[in-house]
C-alpha cells in the first residue's frame, strides 16, 4: 500500500518537469525571432499559465489513482 503512494508521488513529479520542460520547449521552438533573448517576465507567465492548465487537466487521472490506492485503509477520513 506505502510502495503505490510512494510511485504515485514520484510520477507526479515526473510528469510536471515534463510539463513544464515541454511548454519551455513549446515557448521556444514558436517565438518570435526578433524577440529571442528580451521579455523574459512574459514569457514566464506564458509558461506558468500552459503548465498549470496541463496538469491541471492531469490531475483527474491523478486523483482516480489517489482514490483507489486509499481503497482499504483503516481510516477514510484521513485521506
Known amino acids: ?10 510520477v507526479a513529479i515526473v510528469v510536471c518537469v515534463l510539463v513544464f520542460f515541454f511548454n519551455v520547449y513549446l515557448l521556444v521552438n514558436f517565438q518570435h525571432p526578433d524577440d529571442a533573448n528580451q521579455a523574459y517576465f512574459p514569457k514566464f ?14 490531475m483527474l487521472p491523478a486523483d482516480v489513482a489517489n482514490r483507489q490506492a486509499c481503497q482499504h485503509a483503516i481510516y477514510n477520513g484521513a485521506l
Open 1 to 10: 500500500m506505502g510502495d503505490f503512494n510512494v510511485a504515485l508521488l514520484i
Open 45 to 58: 507567465v506564458v509558461v506558468l499559465g500552459l503548465s498549470v492548465a496541463a496538469i491541471s487537466i492531469l
